[in-house]
């Protein structure tokens, strides 16, 4: 008991809300604050996925011309994902297809998967001595079709600017499914601009097209915001640990990433320098974003086992001087 405060929450805790009007009307929203710099939001109606992250009172993170989009309007044709992308610091893409819009096997699959689209079900919070914990549970599940379910974990240390994203996909259903899952982290202006210091120490680059490959010794240089960027897409391998970073001289603040580059073996650098679509992805994941069919015939599509559960833990951690 600190004798100092009336309420907990003048120090740190969790608050929930609901929006009201737009496409995001009604959306349910977890307001985290660790009480030594994060802010952050949780979007229940959207996976549990984290459409802010501010620290130390700086945007960190990437928001889309979108803005909050509810569950209902999503479209799964071909790419009208984009027009639900909010993005935010973290997208789920997946779980039944990552990337381009493909037909795999006779699935017609959309852009990115559906599971970013999808509220959770079940979702509680609580307060662990040292750690805000929100726990999740998504179900991308249908008759006659896959029955996978993600059980999310989201735990902001009290202690430490740092927190973690642990999933757990299951197949529930009776046949071996594929499944795919990327985490889209979208960094953002202040924390992103052309003075931004990027590090990804990997062991080998490949650019995903001709486009990517004409500018690859620049793939880690941040640039100013440019009317008619086209985007350009690397792919980063990785010995021992995954990491990428991103710094803002400016303001003496950055983040890090870290992951097991076993388990997510296709690391996307994502580099969008256009007029407010200014973003920069750092993203790791169990595949590469060109399509369910492309990682099929390439043998790096994963699959689970009737009952099978698969586990993925990433970290995030806030950078200052």
């Given amino acids: 008991m600190n004798p100092y405060i009336g309420h907990d929450s003048q120090i740190a805790g969790i608050e929930e809300h609901r929006l009201v009007g737009g496409k995001g009307d009604g959306m349910r929203l977890l307001e ?50 984009l027009k639900s992308f909010t993005a935010g610091f973290l997208t789920t893409c997946g779980l039944e297809a990552v990337g381009s819009p493909c037909i795999d096997e006779g699935e017609v699959l959309p852009l990115h998967g559906s599971i970013a689209n999808m509220p959770a079900d079940q979702a509680y919070w609580y307060q662990e001595e040292d750690a805000l914990v929100v726990n999740a549970v998504v179900y991308d599940e249908a008759i006659f079709a896959r029955k ?37 982290m979208n960094m953002g202006y202040p924390l992103l601009d052309e003075d931004s210091i990027v590090e990804i120490p990997s062991t080998q680059v490949t650019a995903r097209d001709e486009h990517a490959r004409e500018d690859i010794e620049n793939c880690l240089k941040m640039e100013v915001p440019q009317a008619g960027y086209v985007e350009r897409c690397y792919y980063h391998k990785f010995e021992g640990q995954g990491m990428a970073s991103i710094y803002q001289p400016k303001r003496k603040q950055g983040l890090k990433i870290q992951f097991d580059p076993r ?13 407010r679509d200014y973003v920069l992805g750092l993203e790791c994941g169990n595949c590469y974003p060109d399509g369910r069919d492309v990682m099929r015939r390439s043998g790096m599509l994963k699959f689970l086992e009737p009952g099978e559960k698969k586990q993925y833990t990433v970290r995030v951690t806030m950078l200052e001087e």
């Fill in 263 to 275: 388990a997510l073996d296709g690391f996307v650098e994502w580099k969008m320098m256009g007029v």
């Fill in 32 to 81: 985290l604050n660790n009480g030594t710099g994060i802010e952050m939001t949780i979007s229940l109606d959207r996976a549990a996925d984290i459409s802010r992250l501010r620290f130390r009172g700086m945007n960190m993170s990437y928001f889309s011309p979108c803005g909050y989009v509810a569950p209902a309007y999503f479209d799964r044709t071909e790419s009208n994902w």
């Fill in 148 to 184: 996978l379910r993600l059980n999310r974990e989201i735990k902001l240390s009290l202690s430490e600017n740092e927190f973690t994203i642990t999933d757990t996909i299951e197949n529930r259903g009776d046949v071996r499914q594929p499944f795919e899952i990327l985490y889209h």
